[in-house]
């Protein structure tokens, strides 16, 4: 880095680490909202960022990780090192944590609890697909004579570029033919991308879709499973799109990827892939389960039922996060002005 004109990777890389091990964090807290504590989730951020992604990283999204030198893991993009890993990170605290009030009926049926702002969450996501560009991005470096992946092969940048617009495409498509919604539709970009991102170097673009497509059309359903018959109350459905939506984009991997030759260690296969797999899940679940419990067992992972229905913007910031639903006491009894609807 600074004067050094050789080095051309380490300045990159470790921003990129560094954003990733924030991205693990902010893959669980939409899971957890409107219940967890902030110091509670605090903790579990750092342990999951600090701690168990950097197990992850070395194991799998590194040249010399024993994923790929023994079992010839590729994942370029980083879906199980980070998304796999995250997901299921959350899914044991969202087990500990237990579902929003109100969530299920005492007879197991499912209330929808809809988000306050559609097209706010629809910007939302449409600015997190737009980051994976630069995410993805930070996944391939230029050393001067040719584009290179973080397991030394190579890689074009058109690659990486086109794959990931067809994996949004792929994945919002098929996510909006099996749910139309509108929600769905865009986290079926985040799958999509989650999908093809272990063999973003490797994919032709029309496979890349239809990898991507798959993802779509199966984590949503995925999600229901998750609520309906386990209980999970998971907020924005982020165990199936990064969880097992790295899962499949590692084994899909293992299946259209298989043969390929890496630098170090065997060839890609799909027990390869599949095992790095289950390893990821069990590095994410078994920490995220444990810590959480201990938070629990100490009163530090939820906020009592009052402080939940009074709304944690008041009861952990303090703050008042949606001022527009009052009138301005000026206002108050001026007939002219509006009233805020009921």
């Given at each position: 880095?600074?004067?050094?004109?050789?080095?051309?990777?380490?300045?990159?890389?470790?921003?990129?680490?560094?954003?990733?091990?924030?991205?693990?964090?902010?893959?669980?807290?939409?899971?957890?909202?409107?219940?967890?504590?902030?110091?509670?989730?605090?903790?579990?951020?750092?342990?999951?960022?600090?701690?168990?992604?950097?197990?992850?990283?070395?194991?799998?999204?590194?040249?010399?990780g024993?994923?790929?030198t023994?079992?010839?893991?590729?994942?370029?993009?980083?879906?199980?090192?980070?998304?796999?890993?995250?997901?299921?990170?959350?899914?044991?605290?969202l087990?500990?944590?237990?579902?929003?009030?109100?969530?299920f009926?005492?007879?197991?049926?499912?209330?929808?609890?809809?988000g306050?702002?559609?097209?706010?969450?629809?910007?939302?996501?449409?600015?997190?697909?737009?980051?994976f560009?630069?995410?993805?991005?930070?996944?391939?470096?230029?050393?001067?004579?040719?584009?290179m992946?973080?397991?030394?092969?190579?890689a074009?940048?058109?690659?990486?570029?086109?794959?990931?617009?067809?994996?949004?495409?792929?994945?919002?498509?098929g996510?909006?033919?099996?749910?139309?919604?509108?929600?769905w539709?865009?986290?079926?970009?985040?799958?999509?991308?989650?999908?093809s991102?272990?063999?973003?170097?490797?994919?032709?673009?029309?496979?890349?879709?239809?990898?991507?497509?798959?993802?779509?059309?199966?984590?949503?359903?995925?999600?229901?499973?998750?609520?309906?018959?386990?209980?999970?109350?998971?907020?924005?459905?982020?165990?199936?799109?990064?969880?097992?939506?790295?899962?499949?984009?590692?084994v899909?991997?293992?299946?259209?990827?298989?043969?390929y030759q890496?630098?170090?260690?065997?060839?890609?296969s799909?027990?390869?892939?599949?095992?790095?797999?289950?390893?990821?899940?069990?590095?994410?679940?078994a920490?995220?389960?444990?810590?959480?419990?201990?938070?629990?067992?100490?009163?530090?992972?939820?906020?009592?039922?009052?402080?939940?229905?009074?709304?944690?913007?008041?009861?952990?910031v303090?703050?008042?996060?949606?001022?527009?639903?009052?009138?301005?006491?000026?206002?108050?009894?001026?007939?002219?002005?509006?009233?805020?609807?009921?």
């Amino acid at each position: 880095m600074g004067p050094n004109l050789t080095d051309n990777a380490s300045g990159i890389f470790y921003a990129a680490f560094t954003l990733f091990a924030a991205t693990t964090a902010s893959i669980m807290s939409g899971s957890v909202i409107e219940r967890i504590r902030i110091s509670g989730f605090t903790i579990l951020a750092l342990f999951l960022g600090a701690v168990v992604w950097v197990f992850g990283a070395s194991w799998g999204w590194h040249p010399d990780g024993w994923l790929t030198t023994e079992w010839g893991l590729h994942d370029v993009g980083a879906a199980g090192a980070v998304h796999t890993i995250a997901g299921f990170f959350t899914l044991g605290v969202l087990i500990n944590l237990g579902p929003r009030i109100g969530r299920f009926n005492a007879d197991g049926t499912v209330n929808n609890i809809n988000g306050h702002n559609m097209p706010m969450s629809l910007i939302g996501l449409m600015l997190i697909v737009m980051g994976f560009f630069g995410f993805l991005g930070g996944c391939i470096i230029y050393t001067g004579d040719t584009w290179m992946t973080i397991y030394n092969t190579p890689a074009t940048l058109s690659a990486f570029a086109f794959n990931t617009l067809m994996g949004v495409a792929g994945g919002m498509i098929g996510a909006y033919l099996v749910t139309r919604d509108p929600f769905w539709m865009m986290s079926g970009a985040l799958i999509g991308v989650i999908s093809s991102a272990p063999a973003l170097d490797l994919y032709y673009p029309g496979l890349a879709f239809l990898v991507s497509f798959g993802g779509g059309c199966v984590m949503p359903k995925l999600n229901d499973i998750l609520v309906e018959k386990f209980k999970i109350d998971d907020a924005v459905g982020a165990v199936a799109v990064h969880g097992f939506g790295g899962v499949w984009g590692l084994v899909m991997a293992g299946i259209f990827a298989s043969g390929y030759q890496n630098v170090a260690g065997p060839e890609i296969s799909f027990v390869g892939q599949l095992s790095s797999a289950v390893v990821f899940m069990i590095l994410g679940f078994a920490p995220g389960y444990v810590l959480s419990l201990v938070l629990k067992l100490v009163g530090l992972l939820r906020v009592s039922e009052q402080a939940e229905v009074a709304g944690l913007d008041k009861a952990e910031v303090p703050v008042s996060a949606y001022p527009e639903s009052t009138v301005p006491a000026a206002f108050a009894n001026d007939p002219t002005s509006p009233t805020p609807a009921e």
